[in-house]
């Protein structure tokens, strides 16, 4: 009998030390503090980079990353059902000169597993280290159909995210930092499609 309870706590203090805190968790995201654990447990909606380039190894750091919702009013972002899914793609639209285009389909890595998370939209830090510009964001689907467009430009200036400044409006690398349930930065609240909705699945 104390075999089995010293395996058992022996169990429980080595799982609770696997976990590390991650998101921002809150009103309308679920009752518990947001955790992610080594087995890679995907938390949609929360700032993707602060999970993806501070606790993984860089071989999953993100430039950019986000998550786009089939509707603007979430309840629960920790439900899946909720997220919009298919081969999504992001896109990044010069504001000075609209022909120049970053596209994450030429920054892909068919073994990545990111791609096939629902409602993930981003680009691996080792395909494209760095962004700067003035940028408007589009989501697309794989056949190139826009599901979702920013009405403004997005500021990235310093060419890396800040952990401690994640909804910096001069560096908008990970979009939920500001596009989430309690919206920060002047956004309008999570990315959702604004434009061919039927698209989203």
């Known amino acids: 009998m104390k075999v089995k309870l010293l395996i058992s706590l022996f169990l429980l203090t080595t799982s609770i ?49 986000g998550t786009l919702f089939k509707t603007q009013t979430v309840n629960n972002v920790n439900d899946v059902n909720n997220l919009c899914g298919g081969n999504l793609k992001i896109k990044f639209i010069d504001a000075n000169n609209p022909s120049n285009v970053i596209d994450s389909t030429n920054y892909e890595d068919p073994n990545s597993k990111g791609y096939k998370g629902k409602g993930n939209v981003f680009i691996l830090s080792r395909k ?17 159909n826009v599901i979702a467009v920013s009405t403004l430009p997005h500021y ?11 909804a910096d409006s001069s560096n908008r690398y990970s979009c939920n930092a500001c596009h989430s349930v309690k919206p920060k930065g002047g956004a309008p609240g999570v990315i959702y499609p604004n434009t061919n909705s039927n698209l989203c699945k």
Do not use: W
């Open 128 to 144: 494209l280290p760095n962004l700067q510009g003035n940028y408007y964001v589009q989501i697309t689907d794989e056949n190139n």
């Open 156 to 166: 990235f200036t310093s060419g890396y995210y800040d952990i401690t400044n994640s």
């Open 17 to 65: 030390g696997l976990l590390t805190s991650c998101g921002e968790g809150g009103e309308g995201e679920g009752t518990t503090t947001s955790t992610i654990t080594k087995q890679g447990f995907h938390m949609p909606g929360r700032d993707c980079l602060a999970c993806h380039n501070y606790d993984l190894q860089p071989v999953r750091h993100l430039t950019v990353g």
